[in-house]
């Protein structure tokens, strides 16, 4: 990675190099590397970006719901599976609360996990505080990673894509960070094969999105992840328990093309 200095917590507790990261911060640009604010809370390396001015339900109140809402009990399956599939560098988009750290196994090396939010950020360092491998939690967006290209082994987003602004760039910028032979793991919600139900996630996406952090219930992440440059080694469909236009789960694997 190039830019600021930082430093990162072993999974002993021990302060190890990290390397360099290039951060976007309230008064520079993307790429300067001199005004990173850092903070260590929970024995974890956090680095705010600070460039997004929020109100006070998306500082403040959303995080709790989007918290509380993730920890549906039918969503550890999926965390179970992405879990033993990640291997090596682990980059993890909308790593939220942290909910998948306690599900990576014995073939992770090191993790890296972003969020736009510095709430979701300060709870998953508390989480963080059990991993068995360095992590680094970053306040950052994910159509400009602050990584080098080809220097990640696994890229790791669940239910993340809905609310990301520009999802295909997202994704290229997967495509940019991952190593030869890397893989993509995701699991996310989106656009149903229903025509009913499409019906209806066309028409409620523009009053979700104002309350749920910009999450869009009609993404094909098929076509998204293709888009992007993906060839899709696997993917499985199908409805969870609950309301259609809200449960329609994509899960799979794909590899840069």
Same mark, same amino acid.
């Given at each position: ?14 302060? =190890?190099?990290? !390397? ?7 008064? /520079?640009?993307?790429? =300067? /590397? ?17 460039? #997004? ?12 719901? @989007? ?20 291997? !090596?560098?682990?980059?993890? @988009? ?12 014995? &073939? ?11 709430? %979701?950020? #300060?709870?998953?360092?508390? $989480? ?28 790791? #987003? #669940?239910?993340?894509? =809905?609310?990301?602004? +520009?999802?295909?760039?997202? @994704?290229?910028?997967? $495509? $940019?960070? @991952? ?5 993509? %793991? ?7 094969? +229903?025509?009913?139900? $499409?019906?209806?996630? &066309? ?11 910009? /999450? ?6 098929? &076509? ?8 899709? &080694? ?17 899960? !799979? ?5």
């Amino acid at each position: 990675m190039t830019g600021g200095r930082t430093s990162s917590v072993s999974a002993n507790g021990s302060l =190890c190099p990290r !390397g360099f990261l290039r951060l976007k911060t309230a008064n /520079c640009s993307p790429y =300067c /590397c001199n005004s990173p604010r850092r903070r260590r809370e929970a024995g974890v390396l956090l680095q705010e970006g600070g460039a #997004t001015r929020m109100g006070l339900y998306e500082r403040y109140v959303l995080p709790r719901l @989007l918290a509380l809402a993730m920890r549906n009990h039918a969503l550890v399956p999926f965390r179970e599976r992405i879990g033993r599939a990640a291997s !090596g560098r682990v980059l993890e @988009l909308g790593v939220g609360t942290g909910l998948n750290l306690a599900f990576y196994g014995p &073939d992770v090396t090191s993790f890296v996990g972003i969020d736009p939010s510095p709430a %979701l950020i #300060t709870m998953a360092a508390r $989480r963080a505080r059990a991993a068995q491998f360095p992590i680094q939690l970053l306040e950052a967006d994910g159509e400009q990673l602050p990584f080098e290209a080809r220097s990640v082994d696994t890229v790791v #987003t #669940t239910w993340t894509m =809905c609310s990301v602004g +520009d999802p295909v760039r997202a @994704l290229q910028e997967v $495509r $940019r960070v @991952l190593r030869p032979g890397g893989v993509l %793991l995701f699991v996310e919600h989106g656009r149903a094969p +229903d025509e009913n139900v $499409r019906w209806w996630q &066309d028409r409620l996406t523009p009053s979700w999105r104002r309350i749920s952090g910009g /999450c869009n219930l009609n993404r094909k992440m098929d &076509d998204l992840v293709q888009s992007a440059g993906f060839y899709l &080694d696997d993917m499985t469909t199908g409805y969870l328990a609950g309301p259609k236009p809200l449960t329609f789960m994509y899960e !799979g694997r794909a590899r840069p093309g």
